[in-house]
């Protein structure tokens, strides 16, 4: 059974930068593709950024340009790094893998962000 749990969410001011990890056990981490999604009060969750087991990564336009998606091997964790932030941004995010071996979906509980002055 994997789990996924992501941390470093927190209040920004506009323009600021947070940093979201994302703590994966109970599976092969190498071989899969992990995903960050965000989703704000009253509206539908969202792909924010992919990235694959070779760390090819894509990435929502809303975000182009001011976050980037890494991973860590070694630690088992997947990064979501968000420069120049703004209020939009608001939301709590979500760390997903879909097993490759298992085709099971994994999800983390969410880290809330809130950009605010």
């Known amino acids: 059974q994997a789990e996924l749990v992501e941390s470093g969410g927190g209040l920004v001011q506009p323009g600021g930068s947070l940093r979201l990890s994302c703590a994966v056990s109970?599976?092969?981490?190498?071989?899969?593709?992990f995903e960050w999604y965000r989703q704000a009060p009253w509206k539908e969750r969202e792909l924010v950024a992919t990235?694959?087991?070779?760390?090819?990564?894509n990435y929502a336009d809303s975000v182009k340009g001011r976050f980037t998606i890494s991973r860590d091997n070694a630690k088992t964790t997947v990064y979501l790094q968000m420069n120049a932030l703004k209020p939009e941004d608001t939301a709590r995010y979500y760390c997903h893998v879909r097993s490759l071996i298992t085709n099971e979906e994994y999800w983390g509980p969410g880290t809330q962000v809130t950009v605010s002055s």
């Open positions: 990235i694959a087991h070779d760390g090819g990564s």
């Open positions: 109970g599976l092969v981490f190498d071989i899969n593709t």
